[in-house]
């Protein structure tokens, strides 16, 4: 009978072919952890308790947001209202709204975002008594029994003017929900 020996070492490519079933699998888990949206938080920003239909005002950094929660149908809630610049806290030259975008943040008690929208807003004058009008629509997974939370993020870029060309100053103020 004869006898068919195996070499005692094994050649690189075999130990490569081997651990390719636990790269793919790497591979596997680190694009779904990166595709997975990551938790945010609104713990750090001044927040409301939920209260539907009661006119209410949030006072944050540079912005003040008068605003009321409507049941918009189904397990929709709807935040609408004016958010006004405190223009008393910008520089004396900002005089133009660049930028300016709005969100706001259904969370729970420890601050965790449950729910978001937001919307931009098209440049205008820089106004303490003119407010921005919003409308948003919060849609969370679940309600639930827990208690909950509205707070208001901005993104706003202030210029001199409209029309300044070339090196013009620039002010940017934000609070937003930060990730985890």
Known sequence: MEQKFRPAVT????????????AVLALAVLLLWTCAPAPQTVGHLRRDAWSLEEPRS??????RFDYQIKPVGGDVAGV??????????APDWAKWVESLVLTVYLSDSEGRVIAQDSRSF???????????PFEFSLRPEQWGTRALFVTFGYRVVLTESRDVAGGRQTFFASEDAITR
Do not use: C, N, Q
């Open 11 to 22: 050649t690189a490519g075999s130990r490569l072919r081997g651990l390719l079933p636990l």
């Open 80 to 89: 609408s209202g004016w958010a006004y610049l405190d223009t008393g806290k």
């Open 58 to 63: 949030l006072i944050v950094k540079f912005m």
């Open 122 to 132: 098209l440049p205008r004058a820089a106004s303490a008594d003119e407010g921005v």
